[in-house]
């Protein structure tokens, strides 16, 4: 069986991208992120995910991202609640977490120079997004790149290690209708940035009004709960 | 003045990158690593380093590199002793860390989008070095070209990120040689993989060859302190 690693956060795209990877029969490894992220409830939610699909093994990694500061998800700013739907992604807003998925890919490169795997997973996506530049096919191609000539095990084998962006360029309409497909419960997964384990989603932050609006696109009730009245 | 950040762990290479680059006027940001490194006197090193060189301001990442295991530097493998210094560099040891400098270039990379910067330091060296391929200028190369697809201050600028690595094509006697010209003081600088804050260096692994080479080139005596007898 071929490994694959999986950046997992526990929401919906990082879930859908381990049922497609699992799908492929790959044995899966998760590595996800202690990072002083507020919404740190996820990492409870990312556990349950690794359990669900089956995980070989799921390492959760304290890494010190929150300590370069900048970012409403870790530092001590407002996640902001009040962006319309149709202005989410025209400029890179305050959530964004600089060097973020740079920093996680390279985590999941060490990572799989240690277990000798050369296929990694991520749920970047760039259609339905907040604008990251990191989650755009450019810089999946430019990090490819770059990890193929730093990596040991490449040196060493000759093989290729090859980042894997299956929903880069699906709508967050068809990244549920893939999930639902392949089995995925979205009811366990978390999307929110001011995530409350008790309460549920916020529903107006704008990861969740980009799922919801996925959902309502596909015509499919969102199953996660939320602690405003949505539907 | 232009800022700098400087990856800096209070070894000999990256604290002579720390006076080129106070030599070119550049206002210097220090960044190291807790990693779970063997080797973790040099954490100390490395502030006194940033003192010394006035550094504005100096952070050190408590991160997570150790967790992934599979080096002699941070797993509970022992650093070799016995190799020879002209066999030192032929292939990628047991004290490689997976994906070591990617990471770190990466926590640079989310550090000078929060303080505006677009030069990043490094002190790797692809000359007298122990063969690791993420010291390479290829990789430098591959790795600049990744961080200003992904970068949001490139995106908002237009300015281009660099990542300097001064030290790439000299010879560890050049390294030395520079360092002089410019006042450092080496005393001062710990190059060991298992260095005892109380004893010194050990003078046998191949960091230690590395550099007890470089300075016998140089003609010149090595002023750290050693725990058995160089000289």
């Not at 999941?108 to 339905?128: K, P, W």
């Amino acid at each position: 069986m071929k490994k694959a690693i999986i950046l997992l956060s526990g929401g919906l795209d990082s879930t859908t991208v381990s049922a497609i990877a699992k799908n492929q029969n790959y044995e899966l490894y998760g590595i996800s992120f202690d990072y002083d992220q507020r919404h740190k409830g996820e990492l409870e939610v990312a556990k349950k995910t690794a359990k669900r699909f089956g995980f070989k093994e799921h390492k959760i990694i304290k890494s010190g991202v929150g300590q370069l500061g900048g970012s409403a998800l870790t530092a001590d700013i407002a996640v902001p609640k009040d962006k319309k739907i149709e202005d989410i992604g025209k400029e890179i807003p305050i959530t964004y977490v600089p060097a973020r998925n740079v920093i996680f890919l390279s985590y999941a490169l060490g990572y799989s120079e240690t277990i000798n795997c050369f296929d990694i997973f991520i749920g970047v996506n760039s259609v339905d997004f907040s604008g990251y530049p990191d989650c755009t096919p450019e810089f999946i191609k430019a990090f490819e790149n770059m990890a193929n000539i730093s990596a040991s095990i490449v040196k060493k084998t000759g093989n290729k290690i090859k980042i894997h962006s299956p929903l880069e360029n699906m709508t967050k309409k068809e990244i549920i209708q893939t999930g639902i497909k392949l089995g995925v419960d979205y009811a366990e997964t978390v999307t929110c940035y001011d995530y409350d384990p008790n309460l549920g989603a916020c529903g107006t932050c704008e990861s969740c009004k980009l799922r919801l609006n996925g959902f309502k696109e596909a015509g499919i009730k969102d199953p996660a709960k939320y602690r405003i009245e949505i539907y």
